[in-house]
């Protein structure tokens, strides 16, 4: 369903500690807003895994998508890179037919 490079793995792992999240788990949604329709939003904390919810172990990172969510992330890739200005998420959606130039952004190609 979800793909996570080695290099958002591991700062994923390290904004966990940082944030002292126990539980392994993050949590990845999409949300209405954003420099186009939508933007993505991943978030770190122990709160509870909901009935709607499903769970991908990806890395031995337990990600958490609720189900509204789970139609726009089929295929997604989540990498990290970091240049001159710092450390980002990058989001890489092949149903996305616009890609803000934050790279958290974007519009559907199609009616999901």
């Known amino acids: 369903m979800i793909q996570i490079s080695q290099a958002a793995a591991k700062e994923?792992?390290?904004l966990m500690f940082k944030q002292q999240i126990s539980n392994n788990c993050c949590r990845?949604?999409?949300k209405p807003?954003?420099?186009n329709d939508l933007f993505y939003d991943l978030s770190f904390n122990n709160r509870e895994i909901g009935n709607s919810d499903r769970t991908f172990d990806c890395d031995?990172?337990?990600v958490i998508?609720?189900?509204e969510s789970l139609n726009y992330v089929k295929d997604l890739k989540l990498d990290y890179s970091e240049d001159l200005i710092g450390g980002a998420f990058r989001f890489y959606n092949p149903q996305a037919s616009v890609t803000c130039g934050c790279g958290n952004s974007f519009s559907l190609t199609k009616e999901r």
Do not use: F
């Open 28 to 30: 990845l949604a999409v």
């Open 12 to 14: 994923i792992r390290r």
């Open 60 to 62: 031995d990172i337990q």
């Open 65 to 67: 998508i609720d189900s």
């Open 33 to 35: 807003g954003g420099c």
